[in-house]
T-cell receptor, first 111, second 116 residues
Framework: DAKTTQPPSMDCAEGRAANLPCNHSTISGNEYVYWYRQIHSQGPQYIIHGLKNNETNEMASLIITEDRKSSTLILPHATLRDTAVYYCIVLFSGGYNKLIFGAGTRLAVHP | GAVVSQHPSWVICKSGTSVKIECRSLDFQATTMFWYRQFPKQSLMLMATSNEGSKATYEQGVEKDKFLINHASLTLSTLTVTSAHPEDSSFYIC????????????FGPGTRLTVL
């Protein structure tokens, strides 16, 4: 699986958009980009995933660059409850796959 | 939908005893379940992958005789930490996938184990 690189921490003001970047320059053509988050002392929560098109759901938007070497998770209107560690993971689609968690980005949303 | 529970949510035990942690998929059948361990201020580390009715596949460095995994049904997997020691104190988290090939995993709330 391709390795990902994320900034260790970010801050965001409540109500503003939080843009979390992820580099995955070694991603291959059949690998998806997945985003999970973990709120303190809880199990991780699935957010969104995509292959090459931008994706949006009720939680977030995922923007993947045309060369697929990087992506950005966007929380359009961050709230205090979005404070968590966000993990960007690249996975091959097909068969059951192991989620290998990196260090992630610790997002702090402040009033 | 797609809720995963764990029991107990926390446990304290004496060194040398064994502890069993249950992971249940409440509203779906899980073809595959995963067990993770997380130490304070660190990321999740995958311990093993299990499919219903077959032996678990352990990650490198994880002792299969110490961390016994049983996946007897499509809704239940158990992790038994045998002869627990203080260094086994950690946050243990399970996850489940609904379908083979489905990368979306649903995580349990975790079990905090403290070994005295």
């Amino acid at each position: 699986d391709a390795k990902t690189t994320q900034p260790p921490s970010m801050d965001c003001a409540e109500g503003r958009a939080a843009n979390l970047p992820c580099n995955h320059s070694t991603i291959s053509g059949n690998e998806y980009v997945y985003w999970y988050r973990q709120i303190h002392s809880q199990g991780p929560q699935y957010i969104i995933h995509g292959l090459k098109n931008n994706e949006t759901n009720e939680m977030a938007s995922l923007i993947i660059t045309e060369d697929r070497k990087s992506s950005t998770l966007i929380l359009p209107h961050a709230t205090l409850r979005d404070t968590a560690v966000y993990y960007c993971i690249v996975l091959f689609s097909g068969g059951y796959n192991k989620l290998i968690f990196g260090a992630g980005t610790r997002l702090a949303v402040h009033p | 939908g797609a809720v995963v529970s764990q029991h107990p949510s926390w446990v304290i035990c004496k060194s040398g005893t064994s502890v069993k942690i249950e992971c249940r998929s409440l509203d779906f059948q899980a073809t595959t379940m995963f067990w993770y361990r997380q130490f304070p201020k660190q990321s999740l580390m995958l311990m093993a992958t299990s499919n219903e009715g077959s032996k678990a596949t352990y990650e490198q460095g994880v002792e299969k005789d110490k961390f016994l995994i049983n996946h007897a049904s499509l809704t239940l997997s158990t992790l038994t930490v045998t002869s627990a020691h203080p260094e086994d104190s950690s946050f243990y988290i399970c996850s489940a996938s609904r379908l083979a090939g489905d990368n979306e995993q649903f995580f349990g709330p975790g079990t905090r184990l403290t070994v005295l």
